[in-house]
């Protein structure tokens, strides 16, 4: 439901929206089912396309597939990831799941001080990025790009595309 106010008076939220959906929300209102963030912001579509075409284009001057190129960026996002420990027969299983989640999803084990675990790195998939996270992802591959020689667009012309998101 979109919000078109939100104030606090007298000790209360007030929060005014002319959804018609309030209605129904405040008649099946349940105290702690539900929780008020923030919106995430949309992804421009044409900066999201542009990192793709970059990352085809790494991938063509490097020799490997565009994934790997993609993957490689993932990890270098940082608070995109967690650490968890399992037991060594439950790791791959957790891999292989964690993957289903898309190409950017992935898992990678560490050794664990426990013995008969590992230590799952599990990385989000930039489907789940923040605006900052994923101009931090477009300025790393386009970083990458130039370092390879490969033509980008200018600073301005990136600057454009990432105030689209907001």
């Not at 490689?72 to 299983?93: L, T, Y």
């Amino acid at each position: 439901m979109k919000l078109d106010n939100a104030r606090f008076e007298c000790g209360k939220l007030i929060i005014e929206t002319k959804d018609p959906e309030a209605r129904r929300f405040v008649y099946t209102f349940q105290p702690g089912e539900y929780e008020i963030k923030r919106a995430k912001k949309k992804l421009s579509l044409e900066a999201n396309a542009y990192m793709w075409v970059l990352v085809d284009k790494i991938a063509s001057a490097v020799g490997v597939d565009k994934v790997t190129v993609y993957r490689e960026a993932i990890k270098n996002i940082a608070g995109n990831s967690e650490i968890v420990c399992v037991k060594q027969d439950a790791a791959e299983k957790l891999i292989k799941g964690w993957g289903h989640n898309g190409i950017g999803w992935i898992a990678e084990t560490m050794p664990s001080k426990l013995e008969g675990c590992v230590n799952v790195v599990l990385y989000y998939g930039s489907s789940t990025y923040d605006t900052a996270q994923m101009s931090t992802l477009i300025d790393h591959v386009v970083d990458e790009a130039k370092q390879l020689g490969i033509e980008t667009l200018t600073p301005a012309e990136l600057e454009r595309m990432k105030a689209e998101w907001q």
